[in-house]
Every structure is written in C-alpha cells, then in structure tokens.
C-alpha cells in the first residue's frame, strides 16, 4: 500500500468537489437535540449528509473527513459507522452513502479501493461490518449515491475522469438512465416517481442549456 500514498493523495483532493451540498441535508426532518448537536461539530465534522434511519431510531451523517457517522435520535451514542485512509482494510475516501434500512444496508462510494485501485461501490450492514465491493469503475468514479424506499432500488451517479460527462445508473440494470455535462447534484431530482407502475426519468433536465440524454426503459 505505501506505493499507491502519493496516488492516493493526488486523488482525494479533486474529489471534494464533489461532496454533497448543503441544501441536501435534511434537517427538517432531523430531531432537535441532533441538530444542536451538529452544531457544536468542528467545521471537518460537520454534515455533508444526512441520512435518517426511523426504523432504528438513527441518525447518520458523512463529514468533510469522508467520515460516516451515527448517533441516536435523542442525540445519545455517537459512533463511528465508515472511514477512509487506513481506518479500515480496503477503503480510501468516500464521498457519499445511503441507507436500505429495510435490508439493514449501507451502500458508499470508495474514491479507489486499495485491492484494485479502481474506484468502487460498496456495502455495509448499518453497523459498518462486513463490508463488500458491489461494482468497481474504470475511467469514471461514482460520487453520488440515492435509495428510494418507494421502489427499493439503489440509483448512482458517475463523472467521467478525463472529462466532464455525468452519469446517473440503477444497480442491477443495463445502460444508463441519464448522461449530461452538467454535475448532477441531486439524483432525486432527475427520477420521476408518480403513482402507478410506471415509473420514468423526467424528459427535462435541471439545465435545460445543457445537453442531457437519457435511455427509454421504465424503472421499476
């Protein structure tokens, strides 16, 4: 491993950009004594996401530090779920995360996991064990992650290394459900879930300047 620090460094600088925004935390949906608790977090600790687990009563975040945190909703028993950068056997930096609490599972990116030296998708239980690679990239890295509970399906989103194309992909489907110039931000907001069985990606995207494709196939 101490061959690929000064690779491992040149890469975890450029992916900060592309962290989550503010405006996706969800703090609204947070319990109070959480949100006070966030704010006496050092600037590196704070929230960069935000993941509610209602189910187990839990609250998760990922800091600046590539860190994904939990802590009970009544703000008691914070503990350390994921970390990068020798914390754990495999893992570099990881940029995003979302929760399958129904299955007890958390998905994240891994900026380049260190057995391949590829970026890759990964899966944890809610406690950060037993920890598996789902798929590893070559020429892109995925930075985004996004789980719908209504259809229990985990949808992803990737930048092209040398470029700026994006793409946002379904696990466990062929081809892609978007690919644009424009950073994707939000996945959400690029997945049109109306009521019915039919579900599609909106024809629209958030820049209408911007040139945007996107494949014909329904998600189910």
């Known amino acids: 491993m101490p061959h690929r620090l000064p690779l491992l460094l040149c890469v975890i600088i450029p992916v900060l950009g592309l962290t989550r925004c503010d405006d996706q935390l969800h703090y609204r949906e947070t319990p109070f004594w959480v949100q006070y608790h966030f704010q006496q977090l050092s600037d590196w600790q704070y929230p960069q996401k935000i993941e509610i687990d209602r189910k187990n009563r839990k ?3 990922l800091n600046k530090q590539g860190e994904i945190r939990a802590i009970g909703m009544n703000a008691q028993g914070e503990v350390l779920i994921n970390k990068g950068i020798g914390a754990q056997l495999g893992i570099t930096f ?3 995360f979302a929760i399958d609490n129904q299955n007890e599972a958390l998905y994240f990116t891994d900026l380049m996991d260190v057995s391949t030296g590829q970026p890759a998708l990964k899966k944890s239980d809610l406690t950060g064990s037993h920890i598996e690679t789902v ?3 070559s020429g892109e890295t995925a930075y985004a992650l996004y789980w719908n509970n209504e259809n229990g399906q985990l949808y992803y989103a990737t930048r092209q290394k040398n470029g700026q194309l994006y793409k946002i992909h379904q696990l466990g489907k062929p081809g892609l459900l978007v690919t644009t110039q424009q950073k994707i931000g939000d996945i959400a907001k690029y997945i049109v879930l109306p ?5 599609q990606v909106p024809l629209v995207a958030e820049n209408s300047s911007v040139s945007t494709t996107r494949n014909s ?3 189910q």
Request: proline share 0%.
């Open 59 to 61: 609250v998760y975040w």
């Open 94 to 96: 990881i940029s995003d």
């Open 135 to 137: 798929t590893t990239f």
């Open 195 to 199: 009521e019915g069985q039919n579900r």
């Open 217 to 219: 196939y329904a998600i």
